[in-house]
């Protein structure tokens, strides 16, 4: 992997071509959050910053593409993920990242996972996914409530967001990813 400044920039410039000017900004927020987040919880700082600004890279995609794209590239998808296609940014954007960025592992998961979860998260991917629905741009979240879950620790704030997440997708009469349900679950024992 390059150095981290250097790889920094090198996404935010593709993002920034690529993405609507919504979307860079919120790509900012949640790196910025992300750093945030690394620093409290001694996460490598670099790497929640790196993927934070990535993690919607593939997120404004066409359905038709998104859809291409899994099939050209193998990856696998399941019955939820071929009803609603938006949940593929996910999967995209990691072998996105993988491919042109050499991600690592964990960067990849980070991605994979920030969306639904998964009971395989490591801290770095409930540190996405947490600076994805937290970041200070995200006008549906409460910031007073999000201090008090930060004080609870990773798991526990995790568990509060995929309720909210849960919530308003049945509120919406959308499908929950088992995956949401899963990790939920996991972090709730």
């Not at 987040?37 to 593409?65: C, F, R, S, T, W």
């Amino acid at each position: 992997m390059k150095e981290p400044d250097i790889l920094l920039e090198e996404i935010n410039q593709d993002i920034k071509r690529t993405l609507s000017e919504k979307r860079y900004i919120h790509s900012l927020g949640v790196m910025n959050k992300a750093e945030e987040l690394a620093k409290q919880y001694h996460i490598n700082v670099d790497k929640a910053k790196i993927v934070g600004l990535a993690h919607d890279i593939a997120k404004e995609m066409p359905k038709e593409e998104k859809i291409a794209y899994v099939k050209n590239h193998d990856i696998e998808i399941d019955e939820i993920e071929k009803i609603n296609i938006e949940l593929l940014h996910a999967k995209i954007g990691a072998d996105i990242c993988k491919n042109k960025y050499q991600f690592s592992q964990d960067m990849q998961d980070a991605i994979r996972y920030h969306t639904t979860g998964s009971p395989e998260m490591d801290d770095l991917a409930k540190i996405i996914l947490i600076a994805d629905k937290t970041e200070a741009g995200r006008k549906n979240i409460n910031q007073e409530e999000i201090k008090e879950l930060e004080q609870k620790g990773l798991e526990q704030e995790v568990v509060a967001l995929l309720d909210r997440s849960i919530i308003y997708t049945i509120k919406k009469g959308g499908l929950i990813h088992p995956d949401s349900v899963y990790t939920r679950n996991r972090f709730f024992m």
